[in-house]
């Protein structure tokens, strides 16, 4: 019986061997019965190189002992790893984001198994994943049946169904004359020295680095940094989002430096002769201490927000920044976009390099162009010609829009926005509630707009989650305003949430993002919605986009989001009569609570997008008679800082007030001393005064200012 009948081991130890003088890797996919298939993967792995491989399945069904096992959700926490093999089980879940990331951890003659049903039937298959995100319960899923599309029309897969025939006829596959070896490319060595350059060369002129993933980066930032050392730095401190995102560059400053090393060890700090010495500090530390260092580098920066970098930029003299440009922590390529106009305005003698060339594999292999076809890795919004103006907005589906279309969409959004990944493309896809909008200007596209129709919950479940008794699947904006501004209501409404927004960076500025908006706005109208919304890591610069729109501030989360960095700011639009009612209410509560919360909360952000969500808000009580006692005798210097403070916050609610406030510096004082409570040596010690008397010198002649030019207060 074929049944009965195993792989052809041999067969596929010459095909590992061959692929690996190649330096190649492939996908092998296993469509047909789970059971069957694992029990041919039992047969198989022992009798290949496995180790160190991954298995995503559960523990108990893991077809070879030396594979570690992981969640699929996890796959992330490998990248800058080599793994031999990863056997992944799709039957249960295939989050995107992981599997491609594992992709990348693959060496040259790494085989990725994958286990899933046959291919006709992943548009209806139910993915254990889908439940995450709440995509659970449909029918159709046009994101995995287009991979089904992408899989059976590549030749370099290879395709069994052990059921039926377990010994299919392998690729050959032809290695070079000179085998591949891992080793360093001209691109590795020509970016060693160009780090080396700006780490010895003079201030303020900061690299920026991009590169595709396997092409040895991180290993060049660890060379690199030991050879400054050597060569007479004596700190370097690397900083990443995490630790575990530049183990990579410890493992080889340390075999640089002859010392004992595995890529598990992690980021000790790593002696170099007898003074110099390589630092990793977490971003909030260095940030919050400023340690002194002649060069600072910033690892996987796409996933760290443009304000965070902007302070390494000014608080260290020589910068070099680095980010993988079709990650899986954020898109490289957008960050390099989205931090240029910084670098423009601050360092303007910045300068950029890359490296192409892969390290881990030849650049003949057909895993790494399957994986961005798969997951849309290379998607590029497309050249946009200034001649043609004609504008116009239409009603648009991903789940049904050619490859074409979609990658070009897709790139838009990539270029936009720091952390775009293959889970978005997924939901974009697949979410039945999704409503997308696209712009082309001349019948090109220059933008995109993806929102999803949110709440509608019955009365007394909407109770359960303002209470915190209940958390649902989805519904992120009514949701977070029903548990954590207090209003039941909020979650019954049904509200249009703008998930994405993204316009070609050529014609940005020409108002085609407001356009996008309404559009919007005239849907949730049509469709009889109660109003609009979104929910985003706050900055000063996106709040004004969107005031622009018609949105306005109702809530500011108390914790940094984990993507962004930032605070998430909740903006809203009342559509219906109770919509504007909800709108109008939640902004008043806010109002009321601001003062208080403001310097309990959010201390430590961007002073303008606190100033600019100050002046948003509706005016608070009126000034009183002893108020402007208080004020005239703070602002000629009869009343100190400490007793007029609780006037000078409630002069900040007035209408218009802080749009008095012209002067930058001035601005950023009266945020971080008035608002945020700041003490004055931490104000001192951040530059935004000399001392106390100054300071307070700088205040009252704002104050006086206020006073003269408002008469109507």
Not at 352 to 377: H, K, Q, V, Y
Request: net charge negative; hydrophobic share 40%; with cysteine.
């Amino acid at each position: 019986m074929a049944d009965q009948i195993g792989p052809d081991l041999s067969g596929w130890q010459e095909l590992q061997a061959r692929l690996r003088a190649a330096g190649h890797r492939r996908l092998v996919v296993l469509d047909g019965d789970r059971t069957a298939s694992l029990a041919w993967l039992g047969e198989l792995l022992p009798a290949l190189s496995v180790a160190p491989g991954i298995w995503t399945g559960p523990v108990e069904d893991q077809p070879e002992s030396s594979l570690t096992s992981i969640k699929p959700v996890e796959g992330r926490r490998w990248l800058g790893q080599e793994l031999a093999c990863v056997v992944w089980d799709g039957w249960r879940g295939n989050p995107p984001d992981g599997f491609a990331a594992l992709s990348g951890t693959l060496a040259a003659g790494g085989l990725f198994f994958w286990l899933m049903p046959k291919l006709k039937e992943w548009g209806g298959f139910d993915d254990p994943d889908y439940r995450r995100t709440g995509l659970d319960g449909i029918d159709q899923h046009p994101f995995a049946a287009r991979l089904a599309g992408v899989v059976a029309g590549d030749p370099d897969i290879i395709r069994i169904n052990p059921s039926v025939d377990p010994q299919p006829p392998l690729p050959t596959v032809v290695p070079p004359g000179d085998a591949f070896r891992v080793g360093a490319t001209d691109d590795q060595r020509a970016l060693v020295e160009e780090v080396v350059r700006t780490g010895l060369g003079r201030r303020r002129r900061p690299l920026v680095v991009t590169a595709d993933r396997g092409r040895g980066k991180s290993a060049a930032l660890g060379l690199s940094a030991v050879r400054l050392l050597n060569e007479g730095r004596r700190r370097v401190i690397v900083t990443a989002p995490g630790p575990d995102a530049v183990k990579t560059l410890f493992h080889h400053a340390r075999l640089a430096c002859g010392q004992a090393s595995d890529p598990g060890m992690g980021t000790d700090n790593v002696a170099v002769g007898d003074q110099g010495r390589l630092e990793y500090w977490p971003l909030d530390r260095l940030l919050a201490e400023k340690p002194e260092a002649e060069v600072v580098m910033v690892d996987e920066a796409a996933a760290i927000p443009a304000d965070l970098l902007k302070q390494i930029l000014l608080g260290w003299p020589r910068v070099i920044y680095a980010s993988t440009v079709h990650g899986y922590e954020g898109s490289g390529r957008g960050f390099a976009i989205r931090f240029r106009s910084v670098l423009d305005a601050e360092t303007p003698q910045w300068r950029n390099t890359s490296i192409t060339a892969p390290i881990r594999w030849s650049g003949s292999d057909p895993l790494e162009p399957l994986t961005r076809r798969m997951f849309l890795l290379d998607a590029q919004a497309p050249s946009i010609s200034q001649d043609d103006v004609n504008v116009a907005v239409e009603r648009w589906n991903p789940g049904t829009a050619k490859d074409s279309e979609l990658e070009e969409a897709f790139g838009l959004l990539v270029d936009a926005h720091y952390r775009t990944s293959p889970g978005d493309l997924r939901q974009w896809m697949d979410d039945p509630a999704a409503v997308s909008w696209r712009l082309t200007r001349g019948r090109v596209l220059v933008g995109v707009l993806w929102a999803t129709v949110e709440g509608g919950l019955d009365s007394e479940l909407a109770e359960q989650v303002m209470l915190g008794k209940r958390r649902l699947r989805g519904h992120l904006l009514p949701q977070s305003l029903a548990t954590h501004s207090g209003f039941a209501e909020a979650a019954c409404q049904r509200l249009l949430r703008i998930v994405r927004i993204a316009v070609s960076a050529e014609v940005r500025g020409e108002g085609l993002g407001q356009t996008l908006v309404a559009a919007a706005n005239d849907y949730a109208c049509k469709q009889g919605l109660d109003g609009i919304g979104t929910s985003f890591g706050g900055n000063a610069g996106l709040l004004s986009f969107w005031q622009r729109c018609g949105l306005e501030p109702v809530r500011l989360g108390l914790k940094r989001e984990a993507s962004s960095g930032e605070y998430p700011l909740q903006l809203l639009a009342g559509v219906s009569a109770q919509g504007k009612a909800l709108t109008d209410h939640l902004r008043r509560r806010l109002t009321e609570h601001w003062l208080t919360l403001v310097p309990r909360n959010w201390v430590d952000a961007e002073p303008e997008l606190i100033l600019r969500i100050t002046c948003s808000l509706p005016a608070g009580r009126p000034l009183n008679k002893d108020d402007f006692r208080d004020l005239h005798s703070f602002a000629n210097g009869y009343r100190g800082f400490d007793l007029a403070l609780p006037v000078l916050r409630r002069l900040s609610l007035q209408a218009g007030v802080v749009n008095e406030m012209t002067d930058e510096r001035s601005r950023s004082l009266w945020a971080r001393a008035v608002l945020q409570d700041w003490s004055w040596p931490d104000l001192q010690a951040d530059g935004e005064c000399v001392g106390r008397e100054a300071g307070e010198a700088e205040l009252r002649s704002l104050v006086g200012d206020i006073l003269q030019n408002r008469p109507d207060l």
